[in-house]
C-alpha cells in the first residue's frame, strides 16, 4: 500500500513513517520544507498515485494559537480540507490526527466518538474545523482523535518532568486534569491497523485506556528516571494560568474502534512501562 504522511517530521510522523515501513509499506515522507498543505496545486500533485494520505501536520502551540488563530486555522484546517479533497479526486482515503481539544472538557465519563464539540481554544476551534472540513471533502476518511502525546522522537511531557526533577530535586504539577497519556508509537500502530482492517469512514479514538492526571504520569516519569517519585508535589491548575485553557478532563471513549473490530490502545501505565525507559532516553 501506498502512503503519504505530511507532518513527517514530527514525534509522531517519525514514529508513524517508520512503523509503516517496517510492515512493508511503500512512504512518502514529507514536512513543509518539502509540501505546503495550504498551496492548492502543491497538494495536488503530491497526493496522486497514493493510497493513503496520513495528516500528521499541525499547528500545535496551542498558547500562541490564541494570538495567531488565523495562521492555525491555515494549517488545521485549510491544509486538510485542501488534502482531503486531493485525497477524494485521487481515489485514497485520508487520515486526519485530531484532538481531545474538541470537547468542553467539563464532563465526568469518556467522551464519546460522536459526543458533541464544544472546544473552549483557539487550538480547539481550528482542529474542530479540520475534522468538519475533512467529513465534507472526503467520504472516504479516517478522522483519529489522540491526546497527551509523549515519544521518543521530540520532546514531550515526560522527558520535561524527569530533566526538571533531576536539576530542581523537584517540583509541583497539576493534579486537576485527567487524560490518558498516549505513546506515539501506539497512535502510528493503531493507524495503520485501521487502515490495514479495512475500517467504515468515520471519526474514532486513539488514545490509550485508563486515565491519570499529569500529577500522576509525572510521578511515574520520575520513577522511571530512578528519581523517587515524591519529589513530585501536586498542585492545580490555578497555579498555572495559561493563554490557552486546558480541558480539565481528556478521557476518550473507544467504542468504535471495538464496532470496527480494531483493538484500542492498552492502559496507560502498561504502556508507558513498556515505552518509558526508551522515551527518556533520547
Not at 128 to 146: F, S
Request: charged share 20%; with cysteine; proline share 5%.
Amino acid at each position: 500500500m501506498r502512503w503519504l504522511v505530511t507532518g513527517a517530521n514530527g514525534m509522531l510522523g517519525q514514529d508513524l513513517v517508520a512503523l509503516l515501513g517496517e510492515r512493508g509499506h511503500e512512504v512518502t515522507a514529507v514536512d513543509r520544507d518539502v509540501l505546503d498543505i495550504t498551496d492548492p496545486a502543491a497538494v495536488d500533485g503530491a497526493v496522486s498515485g497514493y493510497d493513503v494520505v496520513a495528516n500528521v501536520a499541525a499547528f500545535t502551540a496551542v498558547d500562541a494559537a490564541e494570538e495567531q488563530e488565523g495562521a492555525a486555522f491555515t494549517v488545521n484546517a485549510v491544509g486538510p480540507q485542501l488534502l482531503a479533497r486531493a485525497a477524494r479526486h485521487a481515489g485514497a482515503r485520508i487520515v486526519q490526527i485530531s484532538t481531545d481539544y474538541v470537547f468542553d472538557g467539563v464532563a465526568t465519563a469518556p467522551y464519546a466518538e460522536d459526543a458533541p464539540i464544544a472546544p473552549r481554544s483557539a487550538y480547539g476551534r481550528t482542529k474542530a474545523a479540520g475534522e468538519w472540513a475533512v467529513r465534507a471533502e472526503n467520504p472516504d476518511h479516517l478522522i483519529v482523535r489522540t491526546a497527551w502525546l509523549y515519544g521518543a522522537q521530540g520532546g514531550c511531557f515526560p522527558k520535561t518532568i524527569a530533566r526538571v526533577a533531576a536539576e530542581k530535586g523537584g517540583l509541583d504539577v497539576v493534579a486537576d486534569q485527567v487524560g490518558q497519556p498516549t505513546w506515539t508509537v501506539d497512535l502510528a500502530d493503531l493507524v495503520e491497523r485501521l487502515v490495514a482492517a479495512g475500517a467504515p469512514a468515520g471519526t474514532y479514538h486513539g488514545t490509550s485506556a485508563g486515565q491519570t492526571s499529569w500529577y500522576g504520569f509525572a510521578q511515574a516519569a520520575v520513577a522511571t528516571a530512578g528519581l523517587d517519585p515524591q519529589i513530585v508535589r501536586p498542585t492545580t491548575s490555578d497555579a498555572f494560568v495559561r493563554p490557552a485553557p486546558r480541558p480539565a478532563y481528556s478521557v476518550l471513549g473507544h467504542d468504535a474502534l471495538s464496532a470496527a473490530g480494531v483493538e484500542p490502545i492498552g492502559d496507560w501505565a502498561e504502556r508507558w512501562a513498556v515505552a518509558g525507559a526508551g522515551v527518556l532516553a533520547d
